[in-house]
């Protein structure tokens, strides 16, 4: 089947930057588009979500942008700090369906 | 709330063996999930649940079983436990979408269950 893949297996970003994590997917009919972060040890935390009929969320800190014309989605993560160092993953799922597909990962490092 | 709360956290296995891996949560939701984590493979769903009493298979359900009884437990059995299986489990719940539009994009995650079969 399709699948939401990620461009960069690792990210290492100074403390105080800013954070991009990328996403491309596949899946023509996917609807919505979330991402989740993964601490080391936990289980995954729900961060943000968008819609397939937006281009741009907001969230604390942190923006999704989506491109249906490339298939891509980001994550933007603001004045990045050391809790921010977690994998995060992007997830699809398609209008009605309770089955979300996840991508693989990115690995986000905060330099102090 | 304890939230999504799993056992055992780890469990070794032999071929062949059975076990059930627990699941609950205490925060109403009529939406749970079983998902297992493999190295560079993400997280790839198992079973789902939309309500005690109604389960539906994911990507990847053959060797388990599921069953839900009540809302707030949703155990998830290893029949013949084969190398294959060796892998990190959640298990997530939600709102479903009779209780909110869309509220199952938001998955609460228990903390994992690590197993190794031998």
């Known amino acids: 089947g399709e699948s939401v893949g990620l461009h960069l297996p690792t990210l290492s970003v100074q403390e105080g930057d800013n954070s991009i994590i990328n996403c491309a997917y596949s899946?023509?009919?996917?609807?919505?588009f979330i991402w989740y972060k993964q601490e080391s040890g936990k289980g995954p935390q729900f961060i943000i979500d968008i819609r397939s009929n937006m281009d741009k969320r907001q969230g604390q800190r942190v923006t999704v942008l989506l491109n249906k014309t490339v298939k891509h989605l980001s994550l933007q993560i603001a004045a990045t700090q050391p809790g921010d160092s977690a994998v995060y993953f992007c997830a699809e799922t398609e209008a009605g369906s309770y089955q979300l597909t996840f991508g693989k990962g990115t690995k986000l490092s905060v330099i102090p | 709330n304890a939230g999504v709360t799993q056992t055992p956290k780890f469990q070794v296995l032999k071929t062949g063996q059975s076990m059930t891996l627990q699941c609950a949560q205490d925060m109403n939701h009529e939406y749970m999930s079983w998902y297992r984590q493999d190295p560079g493979m993400g997280l790839r769903l198992i079973h789902y649940?939309?309500?005690?009493?109604?389960?539906d298979q994911g990507e990847v359900p053959n060797g388990y079983n599921v069953s839900r009884s009540t809302t707030e437990d949703f155990p998830l059995r290893l029949l013949s436990a084969a190398p294959s299986q060796t892998s990190v489990y959640f298990c997530?719940?939600?709102?479903?979408?009779?209780?909110?539009?869309?509220?199952?994009?938001?998955?609460?995650f228990g903390p994992g269950t690590r197993l190794t079969v031998l």
């Open positions: 899946n023509s009919a996917s609807d919505y």
């Open positions: 649940s939309v309500g005690a009493g109604i389960t």
């Open positions: 997530a719940s939600s709102y479903s979408g009779s209780q909110g539009f869309r509220s199952y994009n938001e998955q609460f």
